[in-house]
Nanobody, 123 residues
Framework: QVQLVESGGGLGQAGGSLRLSCVAS????????MGWFRQAPGKEREFVAA????????PYADSVKGRFTISSDNAKNTVYLQMNSLKPEDTAVYYC????????????????WGQGTQVTVSS
């Protein structure tokens, strides 16, 4: 089992920044890829970014490329999502996920999910 706990959401302003954190625990979480997804009201859940504990590529959705940065602190078992140049369209519930996702953008390949954290960006 893997447990994921997100934090860091809240209210931000357009052009501002927020940082989300996801603390992972459990016996096997280091075997998995970690991903951030988001879901806005009335929309489907969409991929944001992904990272592996062992390094490698960090894919991003086109909508956040150049503005968001995913990183990890292995000593703290934590994955971060630094969100800069926020836009109102970034408003969503953000979820941390873990799984053997050979295709990082496919939510169905992640078996473990956090409870989500709300991000609201005002214009």
């Amino acid at each position: 089992q893997v447990q994921l706990v997100e934090s860091g959401g809240g209210l931000g302003q357009a052009g501002g920044s927020l940082r989300l954190s996801c603390v992972a625990s459990g016996r096997t979480f280091r075997d998995y890829r970690m991903g951030w997804f988001r879901q806005a009201p009335g929309k489907e859940r969409e991929f944001v970014a992904a990272i592996s504990w062992t390094g490698g590529s960090k894919p991003y959705a086109d909508s956040v490329k150049g503005r968001f940065t995913i990183s990890s602190d292995n000593a703290k078992n934590t994955v971060y999502l630094q969100m800069n140049s926020l836009k109102p369209e970034d408003t969503a519930v953000y979820y941390c996920a873990a799984g053997p996702a050979l295709i990082p953008s496919m939510s169905s390949l992640y078996g473990y999910w956090g409870q989500g954290t709300q991000v609201t960006v005002s214009s």
